[in-house]
């Protein structure tokens, strides 16, 4: 990777012109949203660029595609060379606001971290069946609710809802006590496939425009109810605490699901390519794949309680711990005929590794709330109000995202100074409070 | 209801002005859709109507809402008397082509027949467990796939997926085995609400633009192989039979959903609302209703086999038997603060009255295919290729609607003939097949 522009971009920088991940942002609160390209600490205008010509010229007839276009654009002359375009196309990304990188039809999350199924097999049913056979002949998913799907940076709202009775009285009502994170990536779709005809295995990582960070919040208490009636097994035997697998079913107890603002594409990804984990027993042939790839990619999770200067590492993972790899989710995706559309997401499901200090979510790092984490100071079983959630993903050479998610006080608990402070969304809840159906 | 129009609707049609129901169309293949509205054997082009400035005149401002503004402009002499405009606007319904009626951000899926869920948990569990007690506190659902839903007469492609393995061989790969029907309706979400901001349940009907009939494709044996990962407790104890809770879980694997061209609004149902049934235990006040509507909606399920002229009529249901109202469905849905989308789609369920003759789907009528249905002549356990799958709703005075679906011959059985006259989706299909994974 010997690709140099004349934007200078420190060498810590999450946005090196290796990596050029694309967004959505407003350069001004006013401005229409329109697509750009992070460098440095920069946001190249594609939107500008494209009205400038430079796209017309030499540079789109000699590239391969579309990422060395833009790396020759970093790299030349023509905007190096040319003050006003320069100014107009590259914005201080202190500046902008980022949103949500994509317009998603569909969300699909899967379940393909082996070490996080067998947690959570474990902590349910014991370690005799901690994980089913036919989890190693498919990867499992579920659908998720895609509006509720934000930008990082969203604030977040203490889900209300119901929880188990005790004994005769009615359910619980009220806000969930047992908050989750959920550390994940998930793949956009780029190009889709039309409804009945399924996508080759060897072929699907066309289908993939790229990655983005997520964070599959989680209220396992609500979850934990509401399942029941859907997994006619598991019954009360759980008792009133959570339990993992209701996060996989009982899905729009899931209040919210966050994305980071910038997509890295899967060739920015390539130089990070490692094989995948040896799968046992076999996958049938339409899941076999002639190269089975993962991605090297470190993956932290970060809690910031409010008012602590700073933040604690709670879990280092990786990526390549996936067991079924995206391009084996895209295909059996689409096994059946289902189509998917371009800026569909697939989410890995939690990333857990094999140590203790892996785990992907607050559920198997604490044991279902049975052992507490200490955070220099604060200790946690679950998130609490004003807790900030930092997902960043790394690969060996340089920083690739990161992005932050903030956790407000709960609003029940919160003054009034705050809830102006994060603005709409609680100003929202404000106007239900008074309500009395609440 | 005294209204009248001169467009002339015979007493049985399925659109009399009381109905008025909206859709989009195409009045000829090389047209763009445009919304419409059913009248007798017309289609009123909306498009045609706004253009001429009839909206514009005294019949908006003296209008308390849109459909009786449609009401006044069927009954009008604007249009009756202007042989130009009527030759414009009304389009013979036999010549147009119908296209899905919205857009769908989300399709939620409910669970809301206690007559169902009860067959279901005796067929699994066992009578003395049937229902699990938290479906009494709470209307039960599941996220669905959007991207897939079609509208009536879109072909289906029997599904391919993984079963159930027999012994220590691999998973069973191949054409489902177990495919059926479910009849639901569903509501489509009109105005929505803002993320963080639950929906006060009497204020619900609000947000709902009207109703759809819906048939929720179902394979139930790729869903019974698929699911168990997921519920965690169900293992191999129900051997490789279906389990309807899988249904409710393994979503993706239900290939396709569809639903009818025509949306009917609440307002053409008022006359048909009726109570709903007692609700014990109580639910809690924020599912409390002042007002709890049911709607008397006849609903009717046939099946006609490939070359039999005539379909039989597979269980006759009610729109009645749901235990959680629309509205109460709506206003769970949002109560964690989940947001709602204009054309979201929330369906009901499989409606299933009491009697075995009102039972929703083949898995109940057949109970798992144990026992067979007689269809003058021939036999069904589950659906077959090139069976027609009908499914009508009607209210006490006059038909609402209906809707015709082709369940194609299976693509492995067909001929090069009928292959061609599939056309696209069946096309994609040879392409595969030529395809070594499959």
Not at 134 to 143: D, K, R, S, V
Not at 159 to 185: I, V
Not at 317 to 335: C, K, M
Request: charged residues 20%.
């Amino acid at each position: 990777m010997a690709l140099k522009s004349f934007i200078e971009v420190s060498p810590d920088s999450h946005f090196p012109i290796q990596n050029l991940p694309f967004g959505i942002f407003k350069p001004e609160p006013a401005s229409p949203p329109r697509p750009g390209v992070a460098i440095g600490d920069y946001v190249l205008d594609l939107s500008t660029i494209s009205v400038s010509g430079i796209f017309d010229g030499p540079f789109l007839s000699g590239s391969d595609c579309f990422l060395q276009l833009l790396c020759d654009v970093a790299d030349e002359a023509t905007l190096r060379d040319n003050p006003s375009l320069r100014e107009k196309s590259l914005v201080p990304m202190s500046k902008v606001e980022m949103l949500l990188p994509i317009a998603i039809g569909d969300y699909t999350d899967f379940f393909s971290s082996m070490h996080h199924a067998r947690n959570c097999g474990i902590m349910f049913r014991g370690p005799e069946n901690a994980i089913n056979p036919n989890w190693f002949q498919l990867p499992i998913a579920y659908h998720g609710r895609s509006s509720s799907i934000v930008v990082s940076g969203t604030k977040i709202i203490r889900p209300r809802g119901q929880g188990h009775p005790s004994g005769n009285s009615p359910p619980y009502f009220g806000p969930s006590r047992k908050l989750d994170f959920e550390l994940e990536m998930a793949a956009v779709v780029g190009p889709g496939n039309e409804l009945g005809k399924p996508v080759d295995v060897n072929e699907a990582g066309d289908h993939i425009f790229g990655l983005v960070l997520m964070n599959d919040w989680s209220a396992r208490d609500i979850q934990a109810w509401e399942y029941v009636p859907l997994g006619p097994f598991l019954g009360k035997s759980f008792g009133k605490d959570g339990n993992l697998f209701h996060v996989l079913n009982a899905l729009w107890l899931i209040w919210g699901t966050t994305i980071s603002p910038w997509i890295v594409t899967l060739d920015a990804l390539e130089p990070f390519a490692c094989n995948s984990p040896k799968q046992d027993p076999q996958p049938l042939p339409y899941l076999a794949e002639k190269i089975s790839k993962n991605y090297d990619i470190s993956l932290e999770v970060q809690i910031k309680p409010a008012g602590q200067e700073d933040s604690c590492v709670v879990t280092s993972s990786n990526f390549n711990h996936l067991y079924w790899t995206v391009t084996q989710q895209l295909a059996h995706h689409t096994i059946n005929g289902c189509n998917l559309r371009p800026g569909d997401l697939l989410g890995t499901g939690t990333i857990s590794g094999p140590e203790p200090e892996s785990y992907g979510c607050l559920l198997e790092l604490t044991w279902n709330g049975q052992k507490s984490l200490s955070l220099k100071g604060a200790t946690r079983r679950f998130l609490e109000d004003g807790d900030e959630v930092i997902i960043s993903g790394c690969s060996k050479v340089f920083s690739l995202f990161t992005f932050l998610k903030h956790f407000p006080k709960h609003i029940f608990t919160s003054s009034h100074k705050e809830l102006i402070h994060l603005c709409r969304i609680i100003s929202s809840s404000i106007e239900q409070l008074q309500n009395p159906f609440l």
